[in-house]
């Protein structure tokens, strides 16, 4: 007799599977009503990483990293309050497709293309705000430290299985190879 011919194995595959697709559902329906904890994720091992890098590269001072600290949480409230007020506004402008309300897509438009704006100046102010509480020698360093990230932009990252901050290696490499991973722009090329 066949297995799947058996009442009660097909009884609990199918009930399985509705558990499976009602918990598929919920997942979905959560992270639509709580779009706020969507933007802002970091994991656990990356929140904070940002703040430890300037704090080491720019090798600030006790003063300067509390104050660094206060702007940076100013600035993540602010940030997180925009990206919200987007959202929300794209979302009003997504309903219109199906349920037009009155509001005019053009004044829905404006609001996103406002929101965004204020985001750019708020993270251009958080910059500001980091320069004027590093010295000379820092400045400096934070420009090559900006001029390094501006490199890697518009670069896809590595793979997860070989990203060390999410637990993988880089697998090795034969010694006669050479580099597979090009240097920045600007900077010569590594010789081994």
Request: charged share 20%.
């Given at each position: 007799m066949d297995a799947f011919n058996k009442p009660q194995l097909m009884m609990w595959t199918v009930v399985g599977l509705v558990v499976l697709n009602l918990t598929s559902l919920g997942t979905l329906w959560?992270?639509?009503?709580?779009?706020?904890?969507?933007?802002?994720?970091?994991?656990?091992?990356?929140?904070?990483?940002?703040?430890?890098?300037?704090?080491?590269?720019?090798?600030?001072?006790?003063?300067?990293?509390?104050?660094?600290?206060?702007v940076r949480r100013q600035q993540l409230h602010l940030i997180h309050t925009l990206e919200f007020e987007t959202h929300e506004a794209r979302r009003a402008l997504n309903e219109q497709l199906f349920h037009p309300d009155g509001s005019s897509k053009e004044e829905l438009a404006r609001i996103i293309g406002e929101k965004q704006s204020q985001l750019e100046i708020a993270r251009f102010d958080h910059f500001q705000q980091l320069v004027n509480i590093c010295n000379e020698d820092q400045k400096m360093r934070l420009l090559e430290l900006m001029a390094d990230l501006a490199a890697n932009e518009n670069q896809p990252p590595p793979?997860?299985?070989?990203?060390?901050?999410l637990g993988g290696v880089r697998p090795a490499r034969p010694q006669n190879m050479g580099d597979p991973f090009p240097p920045p722009p600007g900077m010569p090329p590594r010789i081994e």
């Open positions: 959560w992270s639509q009503q709580h779009p706020a904890l969507q933007s802002g994720f970091q994991p656990p091992h990356a929140q904070g990483r940002g703040l430890r890098v300037l704090e080491e590269r720019l090798n600030l001072n006790e003063e300067q990293t509390q104050q660094l600290r206060n793979p997860v299985g070989m990203r060390p901050e």
